[in-house]
Structures are given as C-alpha cells and as structure tokens.
C-alpha cells in the first residue's frame, strides 16, 4: 500500500461501515417497521424494571425530548403503554404491550450489540487505539463537537 492511497483506503473504510449501517437499518425497518433507536428503546423497557421516561433516556443515552418523542410514537403504534404507578401516583411507568413484546422477541439485535461483542474480545490496547484513531476521524471530519448516542442507526429519522 502507497502512502499516497492510505486517504482512499480510510475513505473506503468508512464508506463501509456507513454501508453496513444502512443496509442494517433497512433490514431493521422491513422487517419489524421499526428504526435503530426505536428498537433500543424497546430493549431498554423490557430490561429495566417499571422504567419512566428518564430511566429509559439515561438507559440508551438520548435525551429526554428524544425518548419522549419515540414513546409517543411506539404508543400510537401500539407498542408500549404509560401507565401511573400505583405506589407515586407522579411517576409514569412505561410498559410493552403484547405486540411490543412479540416484536422485542422477535426483532433482529442492533447492530451495536454484535460490535459491542467483538469490540471487547480486543486487547485493552487494541481499543484504545480504536477509539483514539475514531476520535481523531472525527474531529478530521469537523464532527467531534456533533452529540451522538451510541448507536449505530442510518441517517433514519429517529421517530
């Protein structure tokens, strides 16, 4: 490889994992009709126990505005249910109905999670090489200041 093509080969690189974010997020989408963001919030209020809005959004760090307009939409759906809690009549539980729990059972695993998995079979050194070699494409790229979660999702819109 020519020090002159490395910029091509880092450019193709990141082509692909936009790639593979894509076509996992168009397959997430035709087959449950449900976005990345979407599908993690699904997973965060069938692992937590009687979870509010503000234990899912520190939960799939996104913000509260951004969980509040998720749930509402998975609730026209018919996907999960806010109910008052019986013991703090304040605090709004958020549970799955049954076809939000059909569709957790059934849906294909972000694909953060198979990153996640691999990602820590890494040695501690590989990792933090990663992340700082990451850290300096983005700021390359003028993105480092950009908030992000930490999923990957395509360009979708979050709803």
Wanted: net charge neutral; hydrophobic share 45%.
């Amino acid at each position: 490889m020519q020090e002159n093509d490395l910029p091509d080969h880092v450019l193709v690189a990141l082509r692909r994992i936009i790639r593979a974010t894509d076509l996992h997020s168009r397959q997430l989408g035709k087959k449950t009709g449900l976005t990345t963001p979407q599908l993690v919030i699904i997973q965060a209020v069938s692992n937590l126990k009687d979870p509010t809005v503000s234990d899912i959004a520190k939960a799939v760090s996104l913000s509260l505005a951004t969980v509040t307009t998720i749930l509402n939409r998975l609730e026209r759906n018919g996907i999960i249910n806010r109910v008052r809690s019986s013991v703090d009549r304040r605090r709004v539980i958020v549970t799955l109905t049954e076809d939000g729990q059909t569709l957790q059972a059934t849906a294909p695993k972000p694909l953060q999670d198979s990153f996640v998995a691999r990602f820590s079979r890494l040695a501690s050194w590989e990792q933090h090489s990663i992340v700082a070699s990451l850290e300096r494409v983005a700021m390359m790229m003028d993105a480092d200041d950009l908030d992000a979660a930490p999923l990957l999702a395509s360009g979708e819109a979050v709803l």
